[in-house]
């Protein structure tokens, strides 16, 4: 085990610095970055300083412009899709913004029993869905501990509905240490996340005032901990409207960075929840740093710019409309038809939010996610090949740098709609599929993937299930 502190160090002041230094910078020093940019090889903090500092909009929509042409040559035009399970909303941190922490007294409080995830997780496959993120409040049932999570991820993999069953889970759950991050590994997890909330100190420890998460440097060396415990796939995140955006961007680049240094591999996602009104939160409903949606896209933009073979990952907490302006600027996974309340899939409440950590933009049927999708030119994919073929952490950077994502990823997107399509889609989302399936095979260069791509997509017809590269 490393004897150096966990986490990277955020200097607050040089990360402020960089951003006044370059807040005059001429279109020409901006372009010069999005030169580099093009080159995918990504930015350094000078780089990214300057196109946060940028205020004039023409040279915005060149970022935007930009980003959208790395977006499509390392990603295409495919969207992964995911639906988040919340198991339990108790927690005893207090974390101003969100609705779990402990002294609100307006949530009725639950852990899901194991029939209960089985029911939650049979509702989420019969939409189509084949990937979970699970998420939980820290706090786990007496006795049990984190036993509860493990046996949890357990049941989700065990549970099958008809040709579907859940073939990736992500894990959203709060910082340990390195002998139980090896637990959480050896339970065949995809992606481990946790989101920093904010990188600025002061902002920190004002929203954070009790339970193990308001320690700072616990918080920030999670992922250094993950990493020594065997997960090479992390993801990171910030909570946007704590603090200011383009602190946050540079902070989180930082961090990046570190991990990349360190551990030979950098973070396999970032996340971009952007604050929204949680139950009795006064923060959210006046959050101190709020993200106007045209700076929301421009730091969607600037990541996609920098760290360009990492996934960036939009939840429904936005609505359906800024989702489509930001698929283009670089967003690869979204999630769909989300709950975020222990039960909120099967036990059908109409308000959506009661329980839930938070309220919610996008309500949209999974169906009616991948009909727009469709009509916008998007592959919706299902894909979760890489991480069972072993392919993650620097493997998957190995294979994503020299952009043979199209190669496996494209022919795998095309394969699981095409399951989708046989098994969950309404009549007209799943005519827009064919349709797209059609044109992507056409699309693929190579002659003999094109005619392995159309057999397997005739024996998926013929009732075979999970076929993929
Ligand atoms: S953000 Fe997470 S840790 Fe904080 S109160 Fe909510 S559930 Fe608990």
Redesign the pocket.
Known sequence: MSTQPYGPRIDAEEIQSALEHHADATPTAIREVLAKALELKGLDDQDVAVLLSNTDPEMDQEIFATAAEIKTTIYGNRLVLFAPMYIT?K?????K??????S?KNLTRRNLTMEEVAQETRFIIEEGHKRILL?????YPAGEGLDYVYKTIETIYDTKSGNGEIRRLNVNI?ALDVEHYKKLKACNIGTYQLFQ?TYHRPTYEYM?TA?P?SDYDWHIGAIDRAMEGGIDDAGIGV?FGLHDYRFEVLAMMHHARHLEDRYGVGPHTISVPRIEPAEGSVVTLNPPAPVKDHDFLRLIAILRLAVPYTGIILSTRENASIRRQCYNLGISQISASSRTNPGGYSEHDTSHDAGS?FSLGDHRTLDEVIADCLEMGYIPSFCTACYRRGRTGADFMDLAKPGLIKEFCQPNAILTVKEYLEDYASPDTRQLGEKMIKDSVEDIEKDRLKCDVCDRLTQIEDGERDLHY
Do not use: I, P, W
């Not at 927690?91 to 974390?95: A, I, K, L, Y």
């Not at 998420?135 to 706090?139: I, L, T």
């Open positions: 909303n927690c005893q941190n207090e974390c913004y969100c609705a779990f922490r402990a609100n998420v939980a409040g820290e706090s709060a909330e954070h339970g998460k909570l950590q």
